[in-house]
């Protein structure tokens, strides 16, 4: 008893399934919150996945080299060092973070109206499996900022801890949808990114019309994991 585990996060919205390349901890170290526990081969990056929680690692179910489904349990932690090797059984999955996130990786859909122009929405990433909303605490880049691969694009609150939501994909902030305290429900859009820093005006005339109201009803889901602040 007493257990949790760490799981296996989907790093990017089309990821089923991630190869750990490194761990960073063994069985008995200790682990604090946003310490890298392992290094995950995605389908898109390999990425460093970092913990939720504090506690000792009493088990590692998947080893270097391996592969597993998103959400399965690769390792597990335990409250005190005497209980290492003790614990079997999890006691509450305990999802982890990682960064970088893929904040912009999914294509906006089309609505009516809509630029024909290279872009992607940002969407509420699940910062932990019981998240249901995010609340936007800070905006990292500002309409028209460039924006770099691994770069922080806004401070999230969700109901663990507030944690940073990086980029996954290049290019320039076109619209910000959800401002700065309001909330989002998880993989719902809260920004527009576009390749070309010319397209903004377009993405912003389309906004302020309403046609990104039509987007959101459309878009699919494609929530991002993203890096303890």
Do not use: H, N, R
Not at 78 to 101: E, L, N, R, Y
Not at 140 to 169: H, N, P, R, W
């Amino acid at each position: 008893a007493g257990g949790s585990e760490i799981t296996m996060p989907a790093l990017s919205s089309t990821m089923t399934e991630g190869k750990i390349v490194e761990w960073s901890k063994s069985v008995g170290d200790k682990v604090s919150p946003g310490e890298i526990v392992m290094v995950v081969e995605s389908d898109k990056a390999d990425m460093d996945v970092e913990a939720y929680d504090e506690g000792y690692v009493s088990a590692i179910l998947v080893q270097e080299g391996e592969a597993a489904p998103v959400g399965a349990p690769v390792a597990i932690l335990v409250p005190s060092p005497d209980m290492v090797g003790q614990t079997s059984a999890p006691a509450a999955p305990v999802a982890a973070a990682a960064a970088p996130a893929p904040g912009a990786a999914a294509p906006a859909p089309a609505a009516a109206g809509k630029p024909d122009v290279p872009s992607a929405e940002v969407f509420m990433p699940a910062l932990s499996s019981t998240m249901t909303e995010g609340k936007i605490v800070e905006w990292s880049k500002s309409v028209g900022d460039a924006i770099d691969v691994g770069e922080t694009l806004m401070v999230v609150e969700s109901d663990k801890a507030d944690m940073d939501v990086e980029a996954f994909e290049a290019g320039y902030l076109a619209a910000i949808l959800v401002q700065e305290g309001d909330a989002a429900p998880v993989g719902a859009p809260v920004g527009i990114v576009v390749a070309s820093e010319s397209d903004i005006g377009k993405i912003q005339d389309w906004v302020s019309s309403g046609g990104q109201a039509q987007a959101g009803a459309a878009a699919a889901p494609a929530p991002a994991a993203a890096a303890p602040a």
